[in-house]
């Protein structure tokens, strides 16, 4: 028996309220797909994360589940190397053929404006779930689709549009507003899936702990970049990541402290002449000498040469 339009909708506002409810209980957003399968709809379970990477269960026309593997901690993830010249997530089809069920169901969630959930992989059976998301076009020759992370993104880009075309000539409008609605697209790619894996994926690494002084308080812990967002390798993987808590990565970003390429945090020597309270003692000036924790995997643990860069740049501004 198939959905119709009306169940079409209401199961997708049903998951949303599911996960937005499982999210709220989780210390680092991140699910466990056992966690994200509890779903029930009309007193019916329904897994939404199974063997594909596409799903539609049966009877509904469009599919409403979009997922990316893990990779490894020092490799980017899969969507890394896939955002569009228009600041858009791409989703590879499923196969070569357009034609295949999966890619249909796709197209269909497409055609009909139907949101999805994407689940985007940080460790073995544990997802960031990123919803509603949108299937904006599809690419017949690179056999991609395009995803769009909230509607508000999607009228903009005709509000932009249509605004810039009242006041400037055509083309200039046109290139504007691509311009403008491609920033914004980055933008939100950026602040709603990259930062957000990233840090489920450095925090995961560092089992939840600040690297320098070992707090276990979820809501107080960040993933700080070695290298900076945007310089060369200063890319979202979890060798140029730190798992520190919001103090330590301050501190960390003002240069107030660093971590040298042997893994022992350095305090800045003007800070360890000030006199003040507690947080100043126990917080900063204690940890100078300390070594870090660092994941016990390998290919997860900070990069010496990263490092190195870091700590050449602490030297020259201290
Ligand atoms: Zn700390």
């Given at each position: 028996m198939g959905f119709d339009g009306a169940e079409e909708a209401a199961i997708r506002a049903a998951m949303f309220a599911h996960l937005d409810a499982l999210v709220e209980q989780s210390p680092d957003g991140t699910l466990t797909?056992?966690?994200?399968?509890?779903?029930?709809?009309?007193?019916?379970?329904?897994?939404?994360i199974v063997q594909q990477g596409i799903w539609k269960p049966a009877g509904l026309a469009a599919a409403l589940t979009?997922?990316?593997?893990?990779?490894?901690?020092?490799?980017?993830?899969?969507?890394?190397?896939?955002?569009?010249?228009?600041?858009?997530?791409?989703?590879?089809?499923?196969g070569t053929d357009p034609g295949h069920s999966d890619n249909r169901a796709l197209r269909r969630a497409m055609e009909d404006r139907r949101p999805l959930a994407y689940?985007?992989?940080?460790?073995?059976?544990?997802?960031?779930?990123?919803?509603?998301?949108?299937?904006?076009?599809e690419d017949r020759h690179r056999l991609e689709f395009s995803v769009s992370l909230d509607e508000i993104h999607r009228d903009l880009l005709g509000d932009v549009?249509?605004?810039?075309?009242?006041?400037?000539?055509h083309d200039l409008a046109h290139d504007l507003a691509g311009v403008v609605t491609r920033r914004y697209a980055e933008r939100l790619t950026r602040d709603r899936l990259h930062q957000p894996?990233?840090?489920?994926?450095?925090?995961?690494?560092?089992?939840?702990r600040c690297a320098v002084c070992r707090l276990r308080q979820p809501r107080?812990?960040?993933?700080?970049?070695?290298?900076?967002?945007?310089?060369?390798?200063?890319?979202?993987?979890?060798?140029n990541g730190l798992a520190l808590c919001k103090i330590h990565h301050a501190a960390y970003d003002a240069d107030l402290m660093a971590v040298r390429p042997d893994l022992v945090v350095e305090v800045a020597p003007r800070l360890l002449r000030e006199h003040d309270?507690?947080?100043?003692?126990?917080?900063?000036q204690e940890m100078d000498g300390?070594?870090?924790?660092?994941?016990?995997?390998?290919?997860?643990?900070?990069?010496?040469?990263?490092?190195?860069?870091?700590?050449r740049r602490f030297q020259e501004v201290g």
């Open positions: 797909s056992a966690e994200i399968n509890t779903f029930t709809f009309d007193d019916r379970p329904h897994p939404l979009i997922r990316t593997a893990y990779p490894q901690p020092d490799r980017p993830p899969p969507y890394e190397d896939a955002i569009g010249e228009d600041g858009l997530l791409r989703y590879k089809f499923r689940f985007v992989g940080v460790d073995r059976g544990c997802y960031l779930p990123v919803h509603p998301v949108w299937i904006e076009a549009r249509h605004d810039l075309a009242h006041d400037l000539a894996v990233f840090r489920a994926r450095v925090l995961r690494a560092y089992r939840g107080l812990l960040d993933a700080a970049h070695i290298i900076p967002d945007g310089r060369p390798r200063g890319d979202a993987v979890v060798p309270g507690p947080m100043l003692l126990h917080g900063l300390r070594r870090i924790d660092v994941p016990t995997l390998r290919r997860a643990r900070p990069d010496p040469e990263r490092l190195e860069d870091r700590y």
